[in-house]
T-cell receptor, first 118, second 111 residues
């Protein structure tokens, strides 16, 4: 099946700095990708929809100026957490819908990036 | 609104069946999913059911969908210690592929 990768898998940064997380579709093109956030012992919450060639669509309550999303190509979306604070520490997971075909029900998830802000 | 609820914790003995329940509020859901997440890991799709189905069986897994009550369940037969994980139900409401996840059920399988 299709594979989605994320980089880095883990990152520790100091409060006030910015960190970039990459999400790549490895063997298919994805015009849309999704970014989710999962706090410890909690569920996944959709943050935003990343659209290739246009602006991302953010869910209610998510600060677009803090979580910058760039969908630069059909295989890469990046999430930049700007001026990170300890409360931004979380597990960030991206996903991409499948290409059309018999597996159209399945969405492909990346392995996640654990961000720790000290 | 969109709200998917699950019980937080389930403990079973190895070899027994596990039943994890989920309730959702949006009747326009197209697909409903069950994902498994092991500690520190990403999501693994276990199974899914299309909204016009009542039941789906896949090896040890049985999914039941009651659209009238907006209730989804996952039954794991012959539960093994390797099944210990957090299980999330999720609904996809339209062709956008956005998923709304449940709160997750932590399954503990005792030897």
């Amino acid at each position: 099946g299709a594979v989605v990768s994320q980089h880095p898998s883990r990152v520790i940064c100091k409060s006030g700095t910015s960190v970039k997380i990459e999400c790549r579709s490895l063997d298919f093109q994805a015009t849309t990708m999704f970014w989710y956030r999962q706090f410890p012992k909690q569920s996944l919450m959709l943050m935003a929809t990343s659209n290739e060639g246009s602006k991302a669509t953010y869910e209610q309550g998510v600060e677009k100026d803090k979580f910058l999303i760039n969908h630069a190509s059909l295989t890469l979306s990046t999430l930049t957490v700007t001026s990170a604070h300890p409360e931004d520490s979380s597990f960030y997971i991206c996903s991409a819908p499948p290409p059309t075909g018999p597996e159209a029900y399945e969405q492909y998830f990346g392995p996640g990036t654990r961000l720790t802000v000290t | 609104g969109e709200d998917v609820e699950q019980s937080l914790f389930l403990s079973v003995r190895e070899g027994d069946s596990s039943v994890i329940n989920c309730t959702y509020t949006d009747s326009s859901s197209t697909y409903l999913y069950w994902y498994k997440q092991e500690p520190g890991a990403g999501l693994q799709l276990l199974t899914y059911i299309f909204s016009n189905m009542d039941m789906k069986q896949d090896q040890r897994l049985t999914v039941l969908l009651n659209k009238k009550d907006k209730h989804l369940s996952l039954r794991i037969a012959d539960t093994q210690t390797g099944d210990s994980a957090i299980y999330f139900c999720a609904e996809s409401m339209d062709s956008s592929y956005k998923l709304i996840f449940g709160s997750g059920t932590r399954l503990l399988v005792r030897p």
